[in-house]
């Protein structure tokens, strides 16, 4: 028996493809395969019987041949799910964050881009083309050769993430649990990274204040967690990840740079982060997101810049943008 736990979450396309290749092998040979996987097609290309949980209870067990893809998605979150890119049309305003000729050696070419208030960008590519570097320069975690960083048309220089906070950017990396929380602190504490100077008092910090602010995102972001002194590493990937967007969210940034923001979490979870990212851009906010897939870049891109090998390839407005158009960029090709 072969135990396979989202063995596809940082996979290409191709090393997909090869995978699946090798497990229809060990099933020809008799080897028995427990696939745990958030990605539904894969349900549909891959098992026999499909078993759904749900809040830790088992909802649904039969055979793939007898459900579609709405009815199992039902099952996972409990409800009828209309779509799961609740995008919403919010008003276009300033330009917020601008980059220009952004340069690192052998990494980022020449990278010109601009995201406004109430925008979605999404920065699409293949795994290695760069886009999360462009994060990370932006956000001062990694250090530009060249080039210019722009906020409300005035430059800047982010030497670090503390200086690129107290700008008003905020960064949701794509590794949550290695990047973003600390998995033995408390929800409340995690939540609270950000923005500890505000709740501290002659060097201490007031625990009242920090469980009130993390109660409050805790309602507003439907965390499901037994409370905020419970350690993070407790919850669930989906619950885990919306602990993450609250600690920034405290800290009231005016450009949220996520990046696979929805990798690792289910439907529902998924659902729930995509209203919420159409919430804030009806707020004013301007977010860059990076994300590997293609249905969530079509479903909430207001404009989707497409990467390859550390440039931009091209650029789509939401109209333009289909999946071949985007594959089209992102490889090279000649349209």
């Known amino acids: 028996v072969l135990i396979m736990d989202e063995p596809t979450a940082a996979l290409t396309k191709k090393d997909t493809d090869t995978l699946f290749q090798i497990v229809r092998r060990l099933k020809a040979r008799g080897v028995g395969v427990i696939y745990i996987s958030h990605r539904l097609e894969e349900v549909f290309q891959l098992a026999d019987r499909v078993?759904?949980?749900?809040?830790?209870?088992?909802?649904?067990?039969?055979l793939v041949a007898e459900v579609d893809q709405q009815a199992l998605i039902r099952y996972m979150v409990g409800r009828t799910l209309d779509t799961l890119y609740p995008k919403e049309a919010a008003p276009?305003?300033?330009?917020?964050?601008?980059?220009?000729?952004?340069?690192?050696?052998?990494?980022?070419h020449d990278i010109s881009l601009t995201v406004r208030q109430g925008e979605i960008v999404c920065l699409a590519g293949l795994v290695g083309s760069g886009r999360s570097e462009v994060a990370q320069a932006i956000f001062g975690i990694d250090p530009i050769d060249g080039g210019q960083v722009m906020l409300k048309g005035r430059p800047v220089h982010i030497t670090g993430p503390q200086l690129a906070i107290a700008l008003g950017l905020a960064y949701v990396p794509e590794d949550r649990q290695h990047q973003a929380l600390v998995l033995p602190m408390a929800v409340s504490e995690n939540m609270t990274l950000a923005v500890l100077r505000s709740l501290c008092r002659w060097g201490f910090i007031q625990r009242p204040e920090e469980e009130a602010l993390a109660w409050r995102y805790v309602d507003q972001l439907s965390i499901r967690t037994p409370g905020v002194r419970n350690p993070v590493?407790?919850?669930s990937g989906g619950n885990q990840q919306k602990v993450v967007l609250a600690k920034w969210l405290a800290s009231t940034p005016q450009v949220l740079i996520l990046d696979e923001p929805t990798r690792g979490v289910d439907v529902g979870a998924k659902a729930e982060i995509h209203r919420l990212m159409s919430e804030l851009a009806k707020q004013g906010l301007g977010m860059l997101m990076i994300s590997s897939e293609l249905p969530e870049v079509l479903g909430m891109a207001d404009r989707v810049l497409v990467m390859y090998r550390g440039r931009l390839a091209g650029e789509l407005s939401?109209?333009?943008?289909?999946?071949e158009r985007i594959i089209t960029l992102a490889t090279g090709a000649t349209a």
């Open 51 to 62: 078993t759904v949980l749900r809040d830790s209870h088992l909802v649904h067990t039969g």
């Open 92 to 108: 276009i305003g300033d330009v917020l964050l601008e980059t220009k000729n952004l340069r690192r050696s052998g990494v980022l």
């Open 233 to 235: 590493g407790s919850l």
């Open 318 to 323: 939401r109209p333009e943008a289909t999946q």
